[in-house]
């Protein structure tokens, strides 16, 4: 397992070479000069020069991407053009208020999905199965931002249950950091469920095709421990691909979340950072994003042996 | 059945455990303290003033620091740090006295020293004060010494008269020439935090969440009344909270649950949905800022007068206006806005919309009917609101523009660097008319932005920027006005209106012709 773990790792190390060398020249291809969008409108071309010399802007390309790189291998991303801030630490920082929303909102979405899934195809064709698949094609339909507006106005406004703007760390208050995380999870957890519940119908559905469904039947076993027992465990492995896919492209930021409950996330602080033109922080974010991305599916492909075990013996 | 079984039991716990989170959370909130919390539609860039900045860090910064001048509510300079001033016959010498009783964040109290220190730093390169170049080779003048004779007297020598000084000194986006603590900087020179004389301290300044101010018990106010960014600055709350929030219907929402007090600088479409409300105020004023169309005058396509002159007579600037701003601004062709008190007979023409003339310049120049480039941007709404407007009328008059949309940094990349046909471009409030025609009038080879780039036109700028004589000032815009409506080397289009909503029960609240927020003299019943 370690062997097989150590190798994976290395396989990634091509790949995050791969995205440093395309995150560092995609930023640059982009029209809009840091040094501009940190002078404002009224910046002189002395000004400019000097804030770009400041920023080391003004090397060639190569030397700043290998000075860059350097650097980020020995775990240094620079400091923010705009903040000053260490990058690595405001990644983390904004990255443990991401990973709180995406990793509950995601458990939620699969125990929802892997439920919903399960019964609507062993109810297939029933008004239960066209009460699942009609909810979950709804909520592939509507848009994030909607839900997350419609859920703030409802909870937050009309009823006053819940607070929709601000954030609270934990370690100010766990009390009210729940509240304030609340209606952000929820609207994910409603979002991602509905492609999550489509994809454990469909491979129930398959699923419960299989012969040996039809011989544990066949044994007189409760449908109950047939659903559980026999078609879960195989429907769920196609499922926890997608949520590892999910999750990881979800820790990679959930922007538009962020945005409307005032979240100081992952998402946010990269789209602020593209919009200043901070280079530092939108590389840094990236390859992080990259990194975790790897890390997720790596972490997926471990547990599969649990719902597949053939995984292990090929 | 068992398994719906199962799915409901976990549904009933699921709703218990949240409602009892809720309860919980809701059993450790703590009462309010005395907390203002006001709106900022981004973060602010640093706490530097007039260095690292946008208008949202100027407007917080003022809080806090204060310079040895301020404007006034008419866009005149009034006394702050220095209790008054005299200038020398020449016009070059200025002598400050500071006030006695001032006192820094830290509890030292000012001196002639920090003064000297604060106004030397400025000027540094390394520093990038917003302000540096006005004192360069092209500015208004050169400083050519900084004394103190006394602990309470501060001397600036200039190597010519510049009327401009004060208003310079004064300016929001030159931080207000805050004067600052030493031990705002750390031995390196590198920044640390602002110790200023405002009627604020910075508390706490969380990134993308908050920036938070708190009383400065030791203040010093000016007596009378608060007037613009000087006079009687009383910090009536004790905490003053800016809250970021990027999105208008979260924050309108806010605002109306009571979570928020004050939205400063609404666009006017972000009044929908609240407009009426009896439990908020709604505020409008009018205020110096200006949106146009700026016209690459080298472009081959509008090199000529007459093309430039056809796209101005397309526009309806009180229609475009009408719509744009839902009847909170002031259509406006000169550079020098409504609100300003040098806006007269002169400044306020407007052109009549001449279609068939429009018609008949573009034929003598030369249009031939290609598509000329019309750049705008998203970031402010009512930028892209206006190119989408000037697109139809043009179209009236056979004039083919095609909207090119750009994020922020790129738009103000390609003005800066004068990349661009047709750019629709807004400017923030300046407070002298001179800094008005500023923005437009200048030398192409050194600064690409600049739009107006004739001899006669400079002559004239540099004039306004030697002359203090009110009436020998007006003079001087009124030609420079005459000259811009003849030249079109841009389109003024209108002056907004500094548009606030704050609840009812926030006192003190009131804006004034510059855009920033100003929360002292404000507090909450």
Known sequence: MLGYICKRLLLTLPTLLLVAVAVFLIIRLIPGDPAVVLLGEGADAASIAGVRADLGLDRPLPVQFFSWFGHALRGDLGRSIVSGEPVGASILQHFGITAAVVLVAVTFATLIAAAAGLIAAWRRNTAIDLAVVGAATVVLAVPSFWLGLVLLLLFGLKLGWLPFVGYVPFSESAGQAVLFLVLPVVTLTITESGVLTRMMRASSIDVLQLDYVTHARAKGLSERAVLVRHVFPNAFAPTLTLVGLTLGHLLGGIAVIETVFTLPGLGRLMVDSVLARDYPVVQGCLLFTAVVYVVVNLLVDLCYPIFDPRVTAR | ?525
């Open chain 2, 1 to 525: 059945m068992a398994v719906a079984h199962t799915l409901k039991t976990l549904a009933v716990c699921g709703v218990l455990l949240l409602g009892c989170a809720i309860a919980w959370a809701r059993a450790g909130e703590v009462p309010r303290a005395p907390l203002l919390r006001a709106r900022l539609n981004s973060d602010i860039v640093s706490t530097n003033p007039g260095t690292r900045r946008d208008e949202n860090t100027d407007g917080v910064l003022l809080h806090i620091v204060e310079g040895l001048v301020a404007s006034r509510e008419d866009g005149s300079v009034g006394p702050m740090l220095a209790s008054r001033w005299s200038i020398s016959a020449d016009g070059r010498v200025y002598t400050f006295a500071l006030r006695p009783e001032v006192m820094f964040h830290n509890g030292a109290p000012l001196t002639s020293a920090e003064v000297v220190w604060s106004l030397k730093r400025y000027l540094k390169p390394e520093t990038r004060w917003r302000c540096l170049e006005v004192f360069g080779p092209t500015g208004i003048a050169r400083v050519e010494s900084i004394s103190a004779p006394d602990p309470h007297t501060v001397v600036v020598t200039l190597d010519r008269a510049a009327p401009m000084f004060l208003t310079t000194l004064a300016r929001a986006d030159c931080g207000g020439t805050g004067i600052t603590h030493p031990a705002s900087v750390a031995a390196d020179g590198s920044w640390i935090t602002p110790i200023g004389t405002g009627p604020f301290q910075l508390g706490e300044w969380r990134h993308n969440q908050f920036v938070q101010l708190k009383r400065f018990p030791l203040y010093a106010a000016l007596p009378g009344p608060r007037d613009g960014n000087t006079g009687g600055k009383h910090a009536l709350v004790d905490e003053l909270r800016f809250l970021i929030i990027p999105d208008s219907s979260a924050a309108r929402a806010a605002l109306v649950r009571g979570s928020l007090d004050i939205i400063d600088n609404l666009a006017p479409s972000e009044l929908m949905g609240i407009r009426g409300r009896t439990d908020l105020q709604f505020q409008s004023v009018p205020i110096l800022d200006c949106y146009t169309v700026l016209i690459q005058t080298q472009d081959p396509a509008l090199q000529d007068v007459r093309v430039r002159t056809a796209i101005a007579l397309t526009i309806d600037a009180v229609g475009l206006t009408k719509a744009i701003t839902r009847g909170n601004g002031s259509a406006n062709n000169s550079p020098i806005p409504v609100a300003s008190p040098f806006h007269h007979s002169v400044e306020a023409q407007l052109r009549q919309v001449n279609v068939a003339k429009a018609r008949e310049l573009l034929k003598a120049g030369g249009y031939d009917g290609h598509a000329i480039k019309l750049v705008t941007s998203r970031r402010d709404p009512q930028m892209f609101d206006a190119a989408v407007v000037i697109q139809a009328m043009a179209a009236e008059a056979g004039l083919q523009l095609q909207i090119d949309t750009v994020d922020w940094p790129a738009h103000l990349s390609r003005y800066i660097a004068g990349t661009y046909q047709l750019m629709v471009q807004s400017f923030s409030a300046r407070l002298d008319p001179a800094l008005s025609f500023g923005v437009f009038i200048g030398d192409k080879r050194e600064e690409p932005r600049k739009v107006w780039d004739t001899p006669r036109s400079r002559e004239l700028f540099d004039q306004t920027l030697q002359t203090a004589d009110p009436a020998s000032r007006q003079a001087v815009f009124d030609t420079l006005t005459r000259d811009f409506l003849e030249e079109v080397p841009a389109v003024v289009l209108y002056n907004s209106s500094h548009l606030s909503v704050v609840r009812s029960a926030v006192i003190g609240h009131q804006n004034w012709v510059s855009a920033q927020p100003r929360l002292w003299g404000v507090s909450l019943r």
